[in-house]
């Protein structure tokens, strides 16, 4: 580990110096296990992975977007019909003919 080291130590012209951390813990050797006295754990019980519940919750949540897209486009549709109706009434209420313009 290469360390930043002060101009007043005197430690060379380049200012490092090569060694451990001071604050890096001193290996033992020795593994530390547990807390003394503490009592068997349950064994591990792992939830078995259902597919076919999976693969259903999949296809109806596909099959409901597509549902919710063809009303959404359904009711764009509808509300453009309904302007451009709103529009040619207006436009025949104020005496012009559009379809003379063609």
């Known amino acids: ?3 930043a080291t002060s101009s007043a ?3 060379g012209e380049s ?4 060694g451990s951390s001071h604050d890096a813990p001193i290996p033992t ?3 530390t296990s547990g807390p003394a006295g503490g009592g068997k754990l349950p064994p591990i019980v792992w ?3 259902d597919y076919g519940k999976i693969m259903r919750g999949d296809l109806l949540g596909a099959g409901r977007s597509v549902v919710v897209a ?5 009711v764009f549709i ?7 109706l709103l529009v040619t009434t207006i436009i025949n209420t104020l005496g ?3 379809s003379s313009s063609y």
């Open 9 to 11: 130590k005197g430690s």
């Open 29 to 31: 050797g020795t593994a």
């Open 78 to 84: 509808a509300i453009g019909m309904g302007i451009a």
């Open 15 to 18: 200012g490092y110096r090569i």
């Open 1 to 3: 580990m290469v360390q």
């Open 96 to 98: 012009y003919d559009p």
């Open 70 to 74: 063809l009303i959404g486009i359904a």
């Open 47 to 49: 939830a078995r992975t």
